[in-house]
């Protein structure tokens, strides 16, 4: 496929009932909610939950949600992106089941998964013990992230049976969208893959590195009100005081308009997360520690007149 949102799109148009929900973890990645919508789909968020080490997933919600509403397409996205945490075994066996025995799919974003860091294992969905999670699920990933490379276009698409396989041959929807992955980007895929472990080591390494900066600011600089540490890729989410946003889309905007730094809204990810920012630090140290230096400078000197 060209990339993981057509992949999304596509996934859910060929192959999963328009009639089931979307379940999708919240705070999400926007697009998830914005594809539901295109496509009509209702959606239903269930918000993680913060423990001190990472967030994880409210099994009880997304239960008592299954059994109102049947089966349920459930986006998951492992590497969560925005709070970089990783998903632990036991829960995703534990949902893996919950689906399966609700009749549901599994759609798993797994596309900030060669970023996590080597405090923390990614376990791929479809990879599961038992036959549960593998044959409800379509996992989505690419080289996009972890290399650099998205504007070449390609992300791949892994299905979860054979019959899965025959709908994809049959479908001219399918054919068509997977034609339009550049040549290019899957020659770049294949080589980061296969040649590019070296590489991708150097970057989690400078990435570590960053993602200290920014806890040590998180706990020290700046009036952070709650920081869970990401367990991989470069994304970080920052709650902020309330104070921040007010008179501005959000603390986003503060910090854009007074720091000169540009971070995304927390409310993009869905509406409790109004006081949050995701701040990505995938740059080189001296422009994170200025930038952190600049936002703790605004903070410092109170709301932007
Ligand atoms: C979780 C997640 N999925 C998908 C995407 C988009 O990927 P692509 O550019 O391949 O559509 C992103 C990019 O921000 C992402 O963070």
Not at 42 to 50: D, F, H, P, T, Y
Not at 69 to 80: D, F, K, Q, S, T
Not at 83 to 92: D, F, N, R, Y
Not at 281 to 300: E, G, H, N, Y
């Amino acid at each position: 496929m060209p990339d993981v949102v057509t992949a999304l799109f596509r996934i859910m148009t060929e192959y999963i009932n328009p009639e089931w929900p979307v379940m999708v973890m919240t705070p999400a990645y926007p697009k998830f909610f914005k594809i539901a919508d295109a496509l009509g789909r209702r959606s239903i968020g269930v918000e993680l939950l913060r423990e001190p080490s990472a967030f994880t997933l409210d099994l009880e919600r997304v239960e008592g949600h299954l059994k109102t509403e049947g089966p349920c397409l459930v986006v998951l996205c492992n590497p969560h992106n925005p709070t970089g945490s990783v998903l632990k075994e036991g829960e995703l066996v534990q949902l893996a089941e919950l689906v399966r025995r609700h009749g549901g799919m599994v759609i798993s974003d797994e596309v900030h998964a060669p970023l996590a860091y080597p405090s923390a294992t990614h376990l791929p969905f479809a990879s599961l013990p038992g036959e549960s999670a593998s044959s409800i699920t379509f996992t989505i990933t690419s080289a996009s992230k972890a290399w650099n490379i998205s504007g070449i276009k390609c992300a791949e698409v892994i299905l979860p049976h054979r019959n899965a396989v025959a709908a994809w041959d049959g479908s001219e929807m399918l054919r068509s969208t997977s034609n339009s992955t550049s040549t290019l980007g899957a020659v770049a895929a294949m080589a980061a893959y296969l040649d590019g472990a070296e590489w991708l080591d150097s970057v989690i390494d400078y990435l570590a590195g960053n993602r200290d900066v920014v806890s040590l600011s998180a706990r020290t600089e700046l009036p952070v009100i709650g920081y869970v540490e990401p367990e991989a890729s470069y994304l970080s989410w920052l709650e902020l005081p309330e104070w921040l946003g007010q008179g501005n889309a959000g603390p986003a905007e503060f910090i854009s308009r007074a720091a000169r730094v540009s971070a995304m809204e927390g409310a993009d990810f869905g509406p409790v997360s109004k006081d949050f920012v995701r701040l990505g630090f995938a740059t080189s140290w001296p422009v994170l520690l200025q930038a952190l230096d600049r936002i703790a400078d605004a903070i410092k000197g109170g709301p932007v007149k």
